[in-house]
């Protein structure tokens, strides 16, 4: 008896051996976790590099080859500085199997999709004029400028992570509006020129006027009991070799708290000299000789004045000039 429950014993474990062995065969046939690549998908990244890979869009786990290999699986470039890119788990899943992983092999957890965009850093248009204003400052265009406003900001300029050593060189710029100005201001990274922009400014002068403080009839001299000279900020420069209009006449009636403008004043005129209808002498003088004669203005003459004058011995007419002795002399 005792032998036959040896027996039963020892075939017992023989057959556990073997199951174990068989077990363990399957299980070698079946794939491990090892085997398996995990990728987490986020909903939102942003890189550092222009160029897409798995490993820098997603979480990869798995065998540490495995992962090695998805993780360089390339998606794309970012080409356009702001540029974002969508990736789905379908293009995920595909882009596995294209590099020799199958998507049996493949668990995709996390987001449907993640939007990649890429790590950058801004300068503000605002900052552009800022800095221009500073420029014209110490660069005006012009001496009696005294304020210059921005036509209008540029806008935000991206620049990407990897430049380094950013600098702003501005300079004055080509303008053809005589009121205008513009500065040109290139982004300059590493030694390269990666962006440029314009700002264009409209320019306030310095100006002075003269202003009536009194009517002032026709003919009247201007001078400073009635009129003051008033500064201001104009659009447009002041003219070249303004002074005050003083000792000129008015050529109109003036009322009070006018503007003078050019064509109101002018140079008070010389006294009549000689007369219309009066005997003047016609005096021709050159290197050694001296000719006179009588004739009759036909007009009335000042001094550096041109009229006509008839000769009255040949009766015919001349032009002369009036000197301030009142004679004439003829122009040859």
Avoid at 142 to 160: E, N
Avoid at 281 to 290: D, F, N, Q, V
Wanted: glycine share 8%; proline share 6%.
């Amino acid at each position: 008896m005792s032998s036959k429950v040896s027996i039963v014993i020892i075939i017992c474990l023989v057959t556990s051996v073997l199951l174990c062995q068989a077990s363990a065969v399957n299980k070698s046939d079946e794939p491990g976790k090892d085997s398996v690549l995990k990728v987490h998908l986020p909903r939102e990244i942003t890189i550092k590099d222009d160029c897409l890979k798995l490993g820098q869009i997603s979480i990869i786990m798995g065998k540490e080859s495995l992962v090695s290999r998805a993780g360089e699986i390339a998606f794309g470039r970012i080409s356009v500085p702001g540029q974002q890119i969508v990736i789905d788990r379908q293009m995920v899943l595909s882009r596995l199997a294209c590099n020799g992983i199958p998507t049996s092999k493949v668990i995709l957890t996390g987001a449907e999709k993640v939007t990649v965009k890429q790590q950058q850093r801004t300068i503000k248009g605002s900052k552009f004029a800022e800095l221009a204003g500073a420029f014209l400052k110490k660069n005006p265009p012009a001496g009696s400028v005294c304020r210059w406003d921005p036509i209008r900001i540029p806008k935000d300029l991206t620049i990407p992570t990897e430049a380094n050593d950013i600098k702003l060189f501005p300079r004055l710029g080509r303008s053809s509006v005589r009121n205008q100005a513009k500065v040109h201001i290139a982004v300059i990274a590493d030694g390269k020129e990666i962006g440029a922009c314009e700002i264009p400014f409209r320019l306030k002068y310095h100006y002075r006027k003269a202003v009536t403080t009194a009517d002032i009839p026709t003919g009247t001299v201007i001078s400073s009991d009635n009129v003051k000279i008033e500064k201001t900020i104009s659009n447009e420069p002041e003219p070249a070799g303004w002074k005050p209009p003083y000792g000129l006449i008015a050529k109109r009636r003036l009322s009070a708290k006018t503007t003078l403008l050019a064509n109101m004043v002018g140079p008070v005129k010389p006294a009549v000299i000689v007369g219309r209808n009066k005997n003047v002498l016609i005096r021709i003088k050159l290197p050694g000789l001296l000719v006179t004669a009588i004739g009759k203005t036909l007009q009335d003459g000042r001094a550096g004045e041109y009229i006509k004058v008839r000769n009255v011995d040949s009766q015919r007419i001349l032009l002369v000039r009036v000197n301030e002795d009142g004679s004439v002399e003829p122009i040859l």
